[in-house]
């Protein structure tokens, strides 16, 4: 059932990907702002890695602060507008499932937003292992979600624990992966994974954390 969910999921995004923009953020400027007050606040350095990086809001912030920005997303149509609108000359975009990607290079910071709650609870351990092996030794996690407050707002499957149901101005309906983010609860998770993490709460509805390896791992 995951990995049905998890396809189902790609497939929504690439389907919303032209409407993304209006549809999560309403006031494209207004969410421009709060992005690059919010980036530069994490203030990303050096070597970037952006999961899922959709049609490139973030990408662009990050250029402007990191001396090199790899992003990449399992939706070639989102990828498609975030290279239309982030032409720095040091940003590198890849179609790919996070999951299934493979390199040799280290990053200084990988950065995700409204990424984190998309991942299921039976792959959360596996994720986390991932980004340790992608990070530099003194390298940082950073992130943007949305907290667990806002949940009413999602229509969740009845007796489907983390799934949502979403549907698109067509009136197509998908079912994805939704866990909000519970401060202490992720907190707690992290650490007994080996992660300090610090999460900070933006407004009544997103948080932004920054979590290292208490030890770094090969």
Same mark, same amino acid.
């Given at each position: 059932?995951?990995?049905?969910?998890?396809?189902?999921?790609?497939?929504?995004?690439?389907r919303r990907a032209g409407e993304y923009d209006v549809t999560a953020y309403g006031d494209v400027a207004a969410a421009r702002?709060?992005?690059?007050?919010?980036?530069?606040?994490?203030?990303?350095?050096r070597r970037v890695l952006e999961i899922a990086c959709g049609t490139g809001l973030w990408t662009e912030a990050l250029a402007?602060?990191?001396?090199?920005?790899?992003?990449?997303?399992?939706?070639?149509?989102?990828?498609?507008?975030?290279?239309?609108?982030?032409? /720095?000359?040091?940003?590198? $975009?890849?179609?790919?499932?996070?999951?299934?990607? &493979?390199? %040799?290079? +280290?990053?200084?910071? !990988?950065?995700?937003?409204?990424?984190?709650?998309?991942?299921?609870? /039976?792959?959360?351990?596996? $994720?986390?292992?991932?980004?340790?092996?992608?990070? &530099?030794? %003194?390298? +940082?996690?950073?992130? !943007?979600?949305?907290?667990?407050?806002?949940?009413?707002?999602?229509?969740?499957?009845?007796?489907?624990?983390?799934?949502?149901?979403?549907?698109?101005?067509?009136?197509?309906?998908?079912?994805?992966?939704?866990?909000?983010?519970?401060?202490?609860?992720?907190?707690?998770?992290?650490?007994?994974?080996?992660?300090?993490?610090?999460?900070?709460?933006?407004?009544?509805?997103?948080?932004r954390g920054e979590a290292r390896p208490v030890q770094y791992l090969d």
């Amino acid at each position: 059932m995951t990995d049905e969910v998890l396809a189902d999921q790609v497939d929504y995004y690439r389907r919303r990907a032209g409407e993304y923009d209006v549809t999560a953020y309403g006031d494209v400027a207004a969410a421009r702002e709060r992005i690059a007050r919010l980036v530069a606040q994490m203030n990303p350095r050096r070597r970037v890695l952006e999961i899922a990086c959709g049609t490139g809001l973030w990408t662009e912030a990050l250029a402007g602060m990191a001396d090199v920005v790899v992003a990449i997303d399992a939706a070639p149509e989102a990828v498609a507008i975030a290279r239309d609108r982030a032409r /720095s000359g040091n940003v590198t $975009f890849e179609v790919a499932d996070v999951f299934s990607w &493979t390199t %040799d290079d +280290r990053f200084d910071a !990988i950065f995700f937003s409204a990424w984190l709650s998309h991942v299921p609870m /039976s792959r959360f351990e596996e $994720f986390w292992r991932l980004l340790r092996r992608l990070l &530099t030794e %003194d390298g +940082r996690v950073l992130f !943007i979600d949305e907290h667990v407050d806002v949940r009413d707002k999602e229509s969740y499957v009845p007796d489907a624990g983390e799934i949502v149901e979403r549907r698109l101005r067509d009136g197509e309906t998908y079912r994805i992966v939704k866990n909000f983010i519970d401060p202490r609860e992720l907190r707690d998770r992290l650490r007994n994974l080996g992660w300090d993490c610090r999460i900070h709460r933006d407004g009544d509805d997103w948080i932004r954390g920054e979590a290292r390896p208490v030890q770094y791992l090969d």
